[in-house]
């Protein structure tokens, strides 16, 4: 599985939990302006688009409706058992974020703003600590009810009490949401870091109150759910495929937010247990499109007819967000992994530059930062902001921070660099891992044995070179593969020595990086930190990150973070690329404008009809 893995929010949950995040706190708010009735919000500069605006750039606001894209399920999701995406019990099915509206929705060609969807406009008190939306009189949830006020505030209340705890964390300081009239909602917050709160509970989901009021939201269904959204379930098998149909009758498929948007009449998600037979039916036009991770795959499988002949096509796109966080992941709740000269071992033990050429063809560069491919990331001494947060702490960090910011060393790319797996053995010992009789123990005797969790066979040739440098220090290490319903309740348990995930932030990261590097969250089943971080530092550098004014001052707070944790060798860092490689069937067409902060496929391409039949009579 030589890939770049998909972002781990899609990677191990299905939709929408773990989008949801992203959802969430794709914006946020502009407090240095008075209170004013306004139809978006946005963090740090006005909004792109003016009130009254028609619709997107990145769309066609002409694009025909019909058609049916099918997909296959996330990389890492091989089957599903529930269609509550909203909490942490089960396996959601992927999509269930369409059925689904939400007071705002973003604007994917900029980097934290958010328009008008249930929400006709929003009010900001003067006190930042208040958020009023003017809900749309003619919002309806697909059975014909109307959407109301306290729908939204019984949705805020299940999610906070009884969702996923990576939501609830995010929620912890909204202390009231209040139903003012059937079409008025008000939030009030608490606490000092508020900046992401009015547009974390502009993006929740919007679930009917009389619905959920028969129903526990805190166990997993199989029962299609009410919404209000573009889509609902119309067809599905468990574990090998879901469809969702595009509703004629959707109360807001006109409004600007919408228009050019949601053009498929059908969206299906295919489910596959093996990766040879997924791609082997993309060959047959089984289904009509993926996204290539596999590097492998994309550099020499697909010099077939198909694609020869022009009827499957490959396209490359550019992404312009954070590249991500993919690596293996040290468990560093457990006592072998507590000595930070042990992580930074392992990490000399990996050959990137042997692994990319040999088996990535090259396709791929190092990552070294958390917020790779973006301005976010450290590089060179800390400049003098960054050195204002980072002075109090000095007592409490490496000398390393305050200089260049650790990058992972560049091997000879022989495979088992010498002078690297030196460095790492002296590294070990110095961390009282010593050698005997070929063995590496601790003071009390104890062998140091690792185990790589997997679910999938295919990443065994990337993790075996690691292991054969590993054992020429000693380590015994091994992998361990699992089946895919016993990975996710380690993986949500942190029963795992190292695993192999990936990560996407945001272009303006807040509140929801307490869930990947924060204390608290360390101990909170299913959030991000999956190293199991406690570190008082980052966590009053989070605190930075969310109460930022500016952009000057988040990227200042954000590279300091940076500066600590690859300080601290949480991980081995993997690859990135800074783009999307698909693969599909030649029957679709899209705007000549890509949204610069997503693929943009579900959203805004649509059914050709006459590219279908010249590739129905070609076949």
Not at 109 to 135: I, K, Q
Request: with cysteine.
């Amino acid at each position: 599985m030589t890939r770049a893995l998909p972002a781990r929010p899609l990677h191990t949950r299905a939709a929408l939990c773990a989008a949801l995040v992203v959802l969430l706190t794709v914006a946020s708010v502009n407090f240095s302006e008075a209170a004013e009735d306004r139809h978006g919000l946005s963090t740090f500069g006005e909004l792109k688009y003016p009130p009254g605006f028609t619709n997107f750039d990145y769309v066609n606001p002409d694009a025909p409706k019909g058609g049916r894209l099918s997909m296959i399920g996330t990389a890492g999701l091989v089957t599903f058992n529930s269609l509550n995406a909203f909490i942490l019990k089960g396996d959601a099915a992927q999509g269930l974020g369409y059925l689904f509206d939400a007071l705002m929705t973003p604007a994917q060609d900029e980097p934290d703003s958010m328009y008008g969807l249930v929400a006709r406009s929003v009010e900001l008190s003067d006190d930042r600590r208040m958020v009023t939306f003017n809900l749309r009189a003619g919002a309806k949830f697909s059975d014909g009810s109307p959407l109301r006020a306290e729908d939204v505030v019984n949705s805020f209340t299940l999610l906070k009490e009884k969702g996923h705890p990576r939501i609830a964390l995010q929620l912890r300081d909204v202390e009231k949401a209040e139903a003012l009239d059937p079409l008025t909602v008000r939030y009030r917050f608490k606490g000092d870091q508020i900046r992401d709160l009015p547009a974390i509970v502009a993006g929740l989901p919007i679930f009917s109150k009389a619905w959920y009021g028969t129903r526990d939201f805190s166990k997993t269904t199989l029962e299609a759910p009410l919404g209000s959204g573009p889509y609902k379930v119309a067809k599905m098998k468990q574990g090998s495929f879901i469809i969702y149909g595009r509703r004629e009758d959707y109360w807001a498929k006109d409004l600007p937010v919408n228009r050019g948007r949601f053009n498929f009449a059908e969206l299906r998600y295919e489910y596959f247990r093996d990766r040879t037979a997924e791609f082997e039916a993309l060959k047959a036009g089984a289904y009509d499109l993926r996204e290539e991770f596999t590097s492998k795959t994309w550099a020499k499988e697909y010099d077939i007819a198909q694609v020869r002949e022009k009827r499957l096509l490959r396209l490359t796109l550019p992404d312009a967000r954070p590249s991500g966080a993919q690596g293996f992941f040290i468990n560093v709740r457990r006592k072998k992994f507590s000595d930070p000269r042990v992580r930074k071992a392992l990490d000399f033990a990996f050959d990137f530059e042997w692994t990319n050429k040999n088996q990535f063809y090259g396709l791929y560069k190092r990552t070294n930062s958390f917020f790779e491919n973006s301005d976010m990331k450290a590089s060179g001494p800390p400049g003098e902001a960054e050195l204002a947060l980072l002075a109090p702490y000095r007592d409490q960090l490496p000398e390393e921070v305050f200089s260049t910011p650790y990058s992972s060393p560049v091997s000879d790319g022989s495979g088992q660099d010498r002078k690297l797996l030196r460095a790492a053995s002296k590294l070990l010992k110095e961390a009282g891992w010593t050698v005997k009789d070929g063995v590496r123990v601790n003071a009390a005797g104890e062998k140091f044995n690792i185990e790589y969790l997997i679910f999938s066979p295919t990443f065994e040739r990337i993790i075996a070179p690691f292991i054969k440098n590993l054992k020429i220090l000693g380590i015994n290490a091994r992998i361990r593969l699992v089946d895919p319903s016993q990975y996710q309740s380690r993986l949500k348990g942190f029963d795992f020595d190292i695993i192999t995930q990936r990560y996407v932030l945001r272009v303006t990261p807040g509140v929801e990086i307490r869930s990947y590097w924060g204390s608290k969250a360390a101990d909170t089943a299913g959030s991000f930190n999956l190293s199991g971080i406690k570190d008082p530092v980052v966590d009053a550098l989070i605190e930075k990150v969310i109460a930022a004014k500016s952009r000057a001052e988040l990227v200042t707070a954000t590279r300091a973070i940076d500066r600590v944790l690859r300080a601290r060798y949480y991980w081995v860092p993997h690859w990135y690329k800074a783009a999307h490689n698909l693969a599909f069937w030649d029957k679709f067409s899209r705007p000549k404008i890509k949204p610069l902060y997503g693929r943009g496929v579900i959203e805004t391409w649509w059914y050709d009809e006459a590219k279908a039949a010249r590739l129905k009579a070609a076949r």
